[in-house]
Protein backbone atom coordinates (compact mmCIF):
# COMPACT_ATOMS: atom_id res chain seq x y z
CA UNK A 1 0.00 0.00 0.00
CA UNK A 2 1.13 3.31 -1.05
CA UNK A 3 1.60 5.95 1.85
CA UNK A 4 -0.42 9.49 1.81
CA UNK A 5 1.18 12.16 -0.69
CA UNK A 6 2.50 8.87 -2.92
CA UNK A 7 0.02 8.57 -5.79
CA UNK A 8 -2.43 10.51 -7.50
CA UNK A 9 -4.86 8.91 -10.51
CA UNK A 10 -5.60 11.36 -13.09
CA UNK A 11 -8.88 10.93 -14.95
CA UNK A 12 -10.34 12.47 -17.36
CA UNK A 13 -14.26 12.96 -18.03
CA UNK A 14 -16.96 14.50 -20.25
CA UNK A 15 -19.94 13.78 -19.15
CA UNK A 16 -19.46 11.25 -16.50
CA UNK A 17 -21.41 12.82 -13.96
CA UNK A 18 -23.19 8.95 -13.39
CA UNK A 19 -20.77 7.25 -13.43
CA UNK A 20 -18.16 9.01 -10.97
CA UNK A 21 -19.46 8.57 -7.69
CA UNK A 22 -19.24 5.01 -7.81
CA UNK A 23 -15.72 5.16 -9.42
CA UNK A 24 -14.40 7.30 -6.59
CA UNK A 25 -16.24 5.22 -4.00
CA UNK A 26 -14.67 2.42 -5.38
CA UNK A 27 -11.27 3.67 -5.40
CA UNK A 28 -11.18 5.19 -2.13
CA UNK A 29 -12.10 1.75 -0.57
CA UNK A 30 -9.96 -0.15 -2.18
CA UNK A 31 -6.57 2.31 -1.92
CA UNK A 32 -7.84 4.96 0.62
CA UNK A 33 -4.04 6.31 0.74
CA UNK A 34 -4.51 7.75 -3.37
CA UNK A 35 -5.48 11.31 -4.03
CA UNK A 36 -7.69 11.67 -7.47
CA UNK A 37 -7.67 14.84 -10.08
CA UNK A 38 -10.77 14.89 -12.35
CA UNK A 39 -9.61 16.67 -15.87
CA UNK A 40 -13.02 17.72 -16.78
CA UNK A 41 -13.54 19.33 -20.08
CA UNK A 42 -16.23 21.68 -18.98
CA UNK A 43 -18.80 18.87 -18.92
CA UNK A 44 -22.42 19.90 -19.62
CA UNK A 45 -23.80 17.38 -17.23
CA UNK A 46 -22.37 19.02 -14.53
CA UNK A 47 -19.78 16.73 -13.93
CA UNK A 48 -17.22 19.39 -12.85
CA UNK A 49 -19.68 20.77 -10.64
CA UNK A 50 -20.25 17.36 -8.65
CA UNK A 51 -16.56 17.13 -8.41
CA UNK A 52 -15.85 20.55 -6.70
CA UNK A 53 -18.95 19.70 -4.48
CA UNK A 54 -17.41 16.39 -3.46
CA UNK A 55 -14.00 17.97 -3.19
CA UNK A 56 -14.94 20.15 -0.08
CA UNK A 57 -15.68 17.32 2.07
CA UNK A 58 -13.00 14.86 0.84
CA UNK A 59 -9.44 16.91 -0.09
CA UNK A 60 -7.87 13.95 -1.57
CA UNK A 61 -11.00 14.67 -4.59
CA UNK A 62 -9.51 17.60 -6.70
CA UNK A 63 -10.62 19.10 -9.94
CA UNK A 64 -9.09 20.61 -13.18
CA UNK A 65 -11.50 22.83 -14.91
CA UNK A 66 -10.89 23.36 -19.14
CA UNK A 67 -13.12 25.51 -20.98
CA UNK A 68 -14.16 22.52 -23.79
CA UNK A 69 -13.14 19.15 -24.96
CA UNK A 70 -9.58 19.46 -26.22
CA UNK A 71 -8.95 15.75 -26.66
CA UNK A 72 -8.28 12.96 -24.11
CA UNK A 73 -4.59 12.94 -24.22
CA UNK A 74 -4.57 16.48 -23.71
CA UNK A 75 -6.52 16.20 -20.69
CA UNK A 76 -4.01 12.88 -19.73
CA UNK A 77 -0.88 15.22 -20.50
CA UNK A 78 -2.43 17.96 -18.12
CA UNK A 79 -3.34 15.37 -15.32
CA UNK A 80 0.78 13.82 -15.63
CA UNK A 81 1.97 17.56 -15.55
CA UNK A 82 0.13 18.32 -12.43
CA UNK A 83 1.73 14.98 -11.08
CA UNK A 84 4.88 15.54 -11.73
CA UNK A 85 4.68 19.61 -10.25
CA UNK A 86 2.71 18.36 -6.80
CA UNK A 87 5.51 15.79 -6.48
CA UNK A 88 3.93 12.59 -6.32
CA UNK A 89 5.70 9.38 -6.57
CA UNK A 90 3.09 7.58 -9.06
CA UNK A 91 0.89 8.79 -11.37
CA UNK A 92 -2.08 6.35 -12.64
CA UNK A 93 -4.37 7.16 -15.37
CA UNK A 94 -7.83 4.94 -15.46
CA UNK A 95 -10.97 5.93 -17.73
CA UNK A 96 -14.17 6.75 -15.73
CA UNK A 97 -16.54 4.45 -16.85
CA UNK A 98 -15.62 1.07 -15.07
CA UNK A 99 -13.92 -0.39 -17.83
CA UNK A 100 -11.11 -0.37 -15.67
CA UNK A 101 -11.21 -2.63 -12.35
CA UNK A 102 -10.69 -0.33 -9.55
CA UNK A 103 -10.05 -3.66 -7.47
CA UNK A 104 -6.59 -4.01 -9.61
CA UNK A 105 -5.21 -0.73 -8.80
CA UNK A 106 -2.99 -2.52 -6.24
CA UNK A 107 -1.63 -4.86 -9.04
CA UNK A 108 -0.32 -1.92 -10.56
CA UNK A 109 1.05 -0.45 -8.11
CA UNK A 110 2.65 -3.29 -7.06
CA UNK A 111 4.42 -4.12 -9.92
CA UNK A 112 6.28 -0.95 -9.88
CA UNK A 113 8.42 -1.93 -7.33
CA UNK A 114 9.11 -5.64 -8.38
CA UNK A 115 11.33 -8.10 -5.60
CA UNK A 116 13.50 -8.68 -8.44
CA UNK A 117 14.94 -7.09 -11.00
CA UNK A 118 14.82 -3.28 -12.09
CA UNK A 119 12.41 -0.89 -11.03
CA UNK A 120 9.31 0.02 -13.42
CA UNK A 121 8.79 2.75 -14.77
CA UNK A 122 4.98 2.19 -16.34
CA UNK A 123 3.03 -0.73 -15.32
CA UNK A 124 0.36 -1.36 -18.08
CA UNK A 125 -2.87 -2.78 -17.23
CA UNK A 126 -2.81 -5.01 -20.28
CA UNK A 127 -6.49 -7.15 -21.94
CA UNK A 128 -3.72 -8.55 -24.55
CA UNK A 129 -1.24 -10.89 -22.01
CA UNK A 130 -2.40 -14.07 -21.01
CA UNK A 131 -5.34 -13.75 -18.17
CA UNK A 132 -6.24 -10.84 -19.84
CA UNK A 133 -9.77 -10.33 -21.49
CA UNK A 134 -12.04 -8.08 -22.95
CA UNK A 135 -15.93 -8.33 -21.91
CA UNK A 136 -18.95 -6.85 -23.95
CA UNK A 137 -17.06 -5.28 -26.97
CA UNK A 138 -18.59 -5.58 -30.49
CA UNK A 139 -16.27 -7.85 -33.01
CA UNK A 140 -15.32 -4.05 -34.88
CA UNK A 141 -13.74 -2.67 -31.70
CA UNK A 142 -11.89 -6.01 -31.26
CA UNK A 143 -10.47 -5.71 -34.52
CA UNK A 144 -10.12 -2.08 -34.45
CA UNK A 145 -7.87 -2.24 -31.44
CA UNK A 146 -6.24 -5.04 -32.73
CA UNK A 147 -4.84 -3.59 -35.93
CA UNK A 148 -3.84 -0.75 -33.88
CA UNK A 149 -2.02 -2.72 -31.17
CA UNK A 150 0.23 -4.87 -34.27
CA UNK A 151 0.81 -2.19 -36.26
CA UNK A 152 2.25 0.29 -33.31
CA UNK A 153 4.25 -2.41 -31.96
CA UNK A 154 5.93 -2.69 -35.64
CA UNK A 155 6.10 0.68 -36.42
CA UNK A 156 7.28 2.30 -33.28
CA UNK A 157 9.07 -0.89 -31.69
CA UNK A 158 6.82 -0.83 -28.73
CA UNK A 159 7.55 -4.33 -25.99
CA UNK A 160 4.33 -4.16 -25.06
CA UNK A 161 1.43 -6.06 -26.76
CA UNK A 162 -1.25 -3.49 -25.06
CA UNK A 163 -0.35 -0.21 -26.54
CA UNK A 164 -3.48 1.49 -26.26
CA UNK A 165 -5.00 1.34 -23.01
CA UNK A 166 -5.38 3.67 -19.96
CA UNK A 167 -5.15 1.77 -17.26
CA UNK A 168 -1.57 2.59 -16.53
CA UNK A 169 1.07 3.60 -13.50
CA UNK A 170 4.00 5.78 -14.26
CA UNK A 171 6.76 6.46 -12.44
CA UNK A 172 6.53 10.35 -11.96
CA UNK A 173 10.38 10.99 -12.23
CA UNK A 174 10.60 9.74 -15.89
CA UNK A 175 7.28 10.70 -16.73
CA UNK A 176 9.88 14.35 -15.67
CA UNK A 177 12.46 13.74 -18.45
CA UNK A 178 9.75 13.79 -21.21
CA UNK A 179 9.22 17.09 -23.08
CA UNK A 180 5.27 17.42 -23.38
CA UNK A 181 5.85 19.61 -26.10
CA UNK A 182 6.94 17.81 -28.29
CA UNK A 183 3.77 15.59 -28.06
CA UNK A 184 1.58 15.44 -31.45
CA UNK A 185 -1.73 13.74 -30.36
CA UNK A 186 -3.79 14.96 -28.62
CA UNK A 187 -6.35 12.76 -28.74
CA UNK A 188 -6.76 8.65 -28.34
CA UNK A 189 -2.74 8.53 -30.28
CA UNK A 190 -1.64 9.88 -27.63
CA UNK A 191 -1.15 6.59 -25.71
CA UNK A 192 0.98 4.64 -28.31
CA UNK A 193 2.81 8.04 -28.81
CA UNK A 194 4.01 7.54 -24.79
CA UNK A 195 5.13 4.51 -24.76
CA UNK A 196 7.07 5.42 -27.84
CA UNK A 197 8.75 8.41 -26.22
CA UNK A 198 9.25 6.49 -23.03
CA UNK A 199 10.92 3.69 -24.94
CA UNK A 200 13.42 6.44 -26.35
CA UNK A 201 14.72 7.02 -23.17
CA UNK A 202 15.16 3.75 -21.71
CA UNK A 203 12.23 2.86 -19.79
CA UNK A 204 11.46 -0.08 -18.36
CA UNK A 205 8.34 -1.34 -19.16
CA UNK A 206 5.70 -3.98 -17.42
CA UNK A 207 2.32 -5.90 -18.00
CA UNK A 208 -0.38 -6.84 -15.67
CA UNK A 209 -3.49 -8.89 -16.86
CA UNK A 210 -7.14 -7.10 -16.29
CA UNK A 211 -10.36 -7.94 -17.65
CA UNK A 212 -11.63 -4.55 -19.81
CA UNK A 213 -14.89 -4.52 -19.04
CA UNK A 214 -17.38 -2.07 -22.05
CA UNK A 215 -18.45 0.91 -20.15
CA UNK A 216 -21.94 0.39 -18.38
CA UNK A 217 -23.52 3.50 -18.68
CA UNK A 218 -23.23 5.71 -22.17
CA UNK A 219 -22.19 5.24 -25.16
CA UNK A 220 -18.38 4.83 -26.18
CA UNK A 221 -16.13 7.89 -27.57
CA UNK A 222 -13.94 6.11 -29.80
CA UNK A 223 -15.07 6.67 -33.33
CA UNK A 224 -13.36 5.07 -36.31
CA UNK A 225 -11.94 8.36 -37.06
CA UNK A 226 -10.11 8.43 -34.11
CA UNK A 227 -8.25 4.61 -35.02
CA UNK A 228 -7.86 6.43 -38.46
CA UNK A 229 -5.97 9.62 -36.43
CA UNK A 230 -3.79 6.93 -34.00
CA UNK A 231 -2.67 5.45 -37.18
CA UNK A 232 -1.84 8.39 -39.23
CA UNK A 233 0.24 9.69 -35.44
CA UNK A 234 2.02 6.20 -35.01
CA UNK A 235 3.24 6.79 -38.85
CA UNK A 236 4.52 10.15 -38.53
CA UNK A 237 6.56 9.10 -35.59
CA UNK A 238 7.88 5.66 -37.38
CA UNK A 239 8.68 8.00 -40.36
CA UNK A 240 10.54 10.71 -38.27
CA UNK A 241 12.47 8.20 -36.34
CA UNK A 242 13.68 6.44 -39.81
CA UNK A 243 14.42 9.86 -41.14
CA UNK A 244 17.21 10.55 -38.09
CA UNK A 245 15.30 13.27 -36.84
CA UNK A 246 14.23 11.42 -33.64
CA UNK A 247 16.90 10.27 -30.82
CA UNK A 248 18.70 6.64 -31.96
CA UNK A 249 16.62 3.78 -30.26
CA UNK A 250 17.60 2.80 -26.48
CA UNK A 251 17.09 -0.94 -25.26
CA UNK A 252 13.79 -1.06 -23.27
CA UNK A 253 12.96 -3.78 -20.85
CA UNK A 254 9.72 -5.46 -20.60
CA UNK A 255 8.38 -8.11 -18.54
CA UNK A 256 4.83 -9.41 -17.57
CA UNK A 257 3.26 -9.91 -14.08
CA UNK A 258 1.55 -13.65 -14.72
CA UNK A 259 -1.34 -13.71 -12.09
CA UNK A 260 -5.00 -14.03 -12.43
CA UNK A 261 -7.05 -11.07 -13.75
CA UNK A 262 -9.55 -11.86 -11.70
CA UNK A 263 -9.43 -11.13 -8.03
Not at 20 to 33: C, D, Q, R
Not at 77 to 97: F, K, N, P, S
Not at 148 to 160: S, Y
Not at 165 to 177: D, H, K, P, Q, V
Request: hydrophobic share 40%.
Amino acid sequence: MVDQGECLIVIATYNERETLPPLLEAIFTTVPTVDVLVVDDNSPDGTGEWCEEYSRGDPRLRCLHRPGKQGLGSAIIAGLREGIAQGYRYVLTMDADFSHPPERLPDLLAAMEPANGPKVDVAIGSRYVPGGRIEGWPLRRHLMSRAINWFARLMLGLPVRDCSGNFRCYRAATLARLDFSEFCSSGYAFFEEILYRMRKIGAVFCEVPITFVDRREGASKITWREGLQAVAVIVKLALSERCGRGKPRKKSNQFSVRESADP
